[in-house]
């Protein structure tokens, strides 16, 4: 990139090093110091946004494996109750513990 200086010169920037460089010889440490410090709470305010995302994305993925293994635990359950449901005899003690158990899976999980 090309920069047209105030003075009327111009100069070449490849990289944001040499930005710094011009920086520091057109305004001096406390200017080049300065844009240092800002660049560096920048990169460290990016990180932390990255870190914290990747951390919140985890965390979704862990609680949708929860409900995955919830799922397919009910699942399992209900072709359970169908069975006995299809059976001669009800057998209804058998049922409610079916159906506690779900209930108790379900509270774990929220």
Do not use: W
């Given at each position: ?43 460290d305010?990016?990180d ?21 293994a ?6 399992e ?34």
């Amino acid at each position: 990139m090309i920069v047209r200086l105030k003075d009327g010169t111009q100069d070449m920037i490849f990289t944001p090093e040499h930005f710094n460089r011009l920086v520091l010889d057109k305004l001096g440490d406390d200017a080049g110091n300065y844009l240092d410090g800002r660049i560096q709470e920048l990169q460290d305010e990016a990180d932390y946004t990255a870190a914290k995302i990747d951390t919140d994305m985890d965390s979704y993925e862990a609680s949708l494996d929860s409900y995955n293994a919830l799922c397919s635990d009910l699942l399992e359950s209900i072709s359970q109750l169908r069975d006995m449901l299809s059976e001669k005899r009800i057998q209804r003690r058998n049922m409610e513990k079916i159906i506690n158990e779900m209930e108790r899976e379900i509270n774990n999980v929220y």
